[in-house]
């Protein structure tokens, strides 16, 4: 195998599952975000434990990434959280992914390839209380639950809506998120008033976990989170899932004054011993970290020096390492720097670093024995 490579951790993931699960206690069911390709740690696999775990439904944001759940065999509920194209449509019914509405135009669209295909289609109807994404008003929010009830091939599951400040610990996020969440209340009474039946009722991401126990409602969709991401410094006891290795494959010494790598941005200070590692930007090493972050060889720290190339990069292990050829590195992982690390140097956050790992990096499974249901 490939020596730049992906640790999945499965047992941690499961690990994670049952610590929201502590927090949030037994009713509200989960949902797992398993989008980008379960951000970055592979959809069918992420998707197969949450679900031994005891997940109650998946959430994507392409047809294409429920498309692959289905064809590996997995029936549970999947959530369709961005918009589709009207043509995307009878994809959807076929693969009974559950689109989140926002819009009577979108609803009629939806109800006529549901009917074309002479089969019900389940939908949520999302409500905008301040993410200024997707979503009807909370006062339109009764009209299009009417407008779902007199479909015929369509139901309306659930209702939902998204916090755009949850993961916020700002005193004016904090109140901001309340505002959404009574926002969002009154959207579902309303719905409950004119005599529909809103479904199951769902607001909370990772921030609405750990930060708002009042977000909860029936479901909740932490992504970041149970791939071991606290969005902040909460009570919820997470551990990353995936873990970014390479290997040292080749080692030259290089004279005081050589320049490395292109640009020759590096010029060495003294007579040193450089690694180069197998692992550049297309792997999802981002070519901004150059020259701003550390690997971790046997547990010491050896900074990234000169350009981070396509395929490759080089780290200054010093004039006298003790590191030899095909050691292990570690990119970002336990007992090394992690993806938070390495997104707070690029001005960014953990999600986009591991999204960002790449195809070619192949993912490596392990912990799998199944930690048992929550
Ligand atoms: C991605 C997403 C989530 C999960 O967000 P995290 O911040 O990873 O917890 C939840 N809900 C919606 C609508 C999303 O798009």
Redesign the pocket.
């Known amino acids: 195998m490939r020596a730049t490579k992906a640790i999945i951790h499965l047992d941690r993931f499961c690990r994670n599952i049952q610590e929201v699960r502590k927090k949030i206690g037994p009713k509200p069911r989960i949902c797992v975000?398993v989008?980008a390709d379960a951000y970055g740690h592979g959809a069918v696999r992420i998707a197969r434990m949450a679900l031994e775990t005891g997940a109650a439904c998946l959430?994507v944001a392409a047809v294409s990434e429920g498309a692959e759940l289905r064809e590996a065999g997995i029936r549970a509920p999947i959530l369709l959280?961005s918009l589709p194209l009207p043509d995307e449509l009878p994809e959807v019914v076929s693969l009974g992914l559950i689109p989140l509405v926002s819009d009577k135009d979108f609803i009629r669209q939806a109800a006529r390839a549901a009917q074309t295909a002479g089969k019900t289609l389940e939908l949520h109807l999302k409500i905008d209380t301040g993410m200024g994404r997707l979503g009807c008003s909370p006062e339109e929010a009764p009209g299009l639950a009417g407008l779902i009830a007199r479909e015929k091939y369509l139901v309306l599951g659930g209702t939902a809506t998204?916090l755009a400040a949850a993961?916020s610990s700002a005193p004016e996020d904090r109140a901001y998120t309340q505002k959404q969440l009574a926002r969002f209340r009154e959207g579902v009474e309303g719905i409950r008033r004119a005599g529909f039946d809103p479904g199951i009722v769902h607001a909370a991401?990772?921030?609405g976990v750990v930060f708002h126990e009042d977000s909860r409602l029936d479901m909740v969709?932490?992504?970041?989170?149970l791939y071991g991401y606290s969005p902040g410094p909460g009570t919820v006891e997470v551990t990353p899932v995936m873990e970014f290795l390479t290997r040292v494959v080749f080692l030259k010494k290089v004279k005081k004054g050589e320049t490395l790598s292109y640009g020759r941005t590096w010029t060495a200070p003294r007579d040193t011993v450089i690694a180069t590692l197998p692992a550049g930007y297309a792997d999802g090493l981002p070519r901004a970290l150059s020259g701003k972050f550390p690997v971790t060889i046997r547990g010491e720290r050896y900074p990234l020096v000169g350009r981070i190339c396509m395929d490759q990069c080089l780290a200054d292990l010093g004039p006298d390492p003790r590191i030899r050829r095909w050691e292990e590195v570690t990119v970002f992982g336990p007992g090394s720097l992690t993806a938070a690390d390495m997104a707070a140097v690029l001005g960014t956050i953990p999600?986009e670093i591991t999204c960002n790992i790449n195809k070619r990096v192949p993912r490596v499974y392990q912990g799998s024995a199944s930690i048992g249901e929550i």
């Open positions: 975000p989008k959430a959280l998204h993961d991401n990772s921030g969709r932490p992504g970041i989170l999600y």
